[in-house]
């Protein structure tokens, strides 16, 4: 025999507490498909996104640090309009759920907190959530533990992660950008070989000005980068340099010009234009060999070759009909069949990432546009036009497009990024003049 007793009612006080309880771990465990919140990007009532990206707690300087980087990110990929603070309705508690009803009187659909300790060996840990204002639950969330000198790159990881959950693209943020860095007068230049982060940080010299660098572009899979060098009264020559150990080493011969090196999307072979008397020829190189082929043999100026990211297609430029124009073959040289037609020339063309488009100049009417169409010429779309733009690169995710604008005269080009839809361009700082961008693939893993 037992005794029994059926529970009466919770006190009034007991039962508020517990229902708070219950709301906030509601909000702060529900699943990420739960929520609702996502930018469709395209279309012509395309809005950027009002979001809010809260100072991280924790160290008062870190966090504005970290907080800051993902703030100006955001707002630099065109995708996102961050609130300003003034408008703050509070400074959330990152262990507590968010004030959802006054957020959302401030129009903001996103919200991002976040804070940045140590622990007792002086290392950081960095953490994020962020949340759905509308449906007030948590998307995702994530800490990060590192050094106090990666304290930026942490804003990068988290903007990419904010980014990616709620475009649904690619990430991008945390990636680098070489370029040649150009001081001097307009008729004796230095040019030097320069990396810094996408934003325009920590930039750093890669080459001293020795030798007049061009064209330089990023292996889609190491740490290294080929460019043309050239020793005054020397042919200019490809040279590839490991970012991470330094190591140096000159490609080709030394009596042909060879130039546009591009890497395959292994690594391990460049794919270059070769020059010997008044034509040039696209040639594959196994870097650790240095066996040479040949895959384009004729009188006409082939260059600027770039792989397809699963490595079967070269686009390449070539005068063959006349006018510069974009080719692609196999990566074998077979079957090689002209894609840009219309007004004017094409060159420089540079494959996405995503394989599923090709960027290139066009020139025509005294103007510089950077278009973009599918693999096979059609759907072309012009993202920018002007002078003098060239020289367009993707960003890892094939969302936005790199490229140099020089307006002539004394002065010097300048980096910039259009996405692309064409609705969005950036200018993005150098510390001088600069021109020939190359975009890192991610270095997440790297």
Known sequence: MHNSRSAGPLPASYAARLMAVLAFLAAFIAAPAQAQLQLRIGGGNFQPMPIAIADFGGDPSLGGLVSGVVTNNLRRSGYFTPLDHGRFPEQPNFDAAPNFEAWRATGVQGLVTGRVSRDASG????????????????MTGQQYGTDTANARRTGHLISDAVYTKITGLGPWFDSRIAFVDESGPKENRRKRLMVMDQDGANVRAITSGEMSIVAPRYSP?????????QATGHQPRVQVINLETGARQALGSVDSMSASPRFSPDGR????SVQQGGNADIVTMDIASKAQHAITNGMAIDTSPTYAPDGAQIAFESDRGGSQQVYVMGADGSNPHRI?????????????PRGDLIAYTRQRNGGFAICVSKPDGT?????????????????????????????GGQGGGKLFMVDITGKV?????????ASDPTWS??????
Do not use: C
């Open 441 to 446: 693939p991610l270095l997440a893993g790297r």
């Open 269 to 272: 072979k460049l794919v270059m």
């Open 425 to 433: 361009e950036q200018p993005i700082p150098t510390p001088s003049y």
């Open 221 to 229: 899979a190491t740490q290294d980068i080929a460019f043309m060098a």
């Open 379 to 407: 759907g072309e779309r012009v993202l920018t036009e002007g002078y003098h733009n060239e020289g367009p690169t993707f960003a890892p995710n094939g969302q936005y497009v790199l490229f140099f604008r020089d307006p």
């Open 340 to 352: 840009t037609f219309g007004t004017g020339s094409a060159s420089q063309p540079a494959w996405s």
């Open 123 to 138: 290392k950081l840990k960095v953490e994020f959530r962020l949340w759905d204002v509308t449906s007030g639950q948590q």
